[in-house]
């Protein structure tokens, strides 16, 4: 089945956009070497300022629920008005784990668990 619309985003984000970003990273520390047009060669330390999106884009790219959960932090809808209380950030590393245990439950042929998990912390399940 051919990818549209959010999940055709999503994928072009993960499989050409991420891997250009890490390596641009990358050679940000430690330079690379580049001619320039007087054919002189350097090493430069390229430098990319700000990747910005709206609400709607964010949580695309976080596999967030629009308008159910924060894509930055682990806030959800009914906590939206309370901007008093500081909530903790959604990182790589504790989204991966939820990720991987909907992906086990359903391996383990439990769906409506796993899709019950996502819903509950907010995310979506898109196979990228």
């Excluded at 549209?4 to 050409?16: A, M, S, W």
């Excluded at 967030?64 to 590393?93: G, M, S, W, Y």
Aim: proline share 5%; hydrophobic share 40%.
């Amino acid at each position: 089945m051919p990818l549209r619309g959010n999940d055709l985003y999503i994928y072009l984000v993960c499989k050409i956009l991420y891997p250009l970003l890490s390596y641009i990273s990358s050679i940000s520390y430690s330079g690379c070497l580049w001619k320039g047009a007087d054919e002189i060669v350097r090493r430069c330390y390229p430098v990319l300022l700000a990747f910005q999106v709206d609400y709607p884009e964010a949580c695309m790219l976080t596999l967030v629920r629009q308008n159910h959960a924060c894509p930055t932090c682990i806030a959800r809808k009914f906590d939206f008005a309370d901007l008093q209380t500081r909530r903790p950030e959604r990182t790589v590393k504790d989204m991966t784990k939820i990720f991987y245990h909907a992906r086990d439950l359903e391996i383990n042929g439990d769906n409506k668990k796993a899709e019950e998990m996502l819903q509950n912390k907010g995310l979506v399940n898109i196979e990228v």
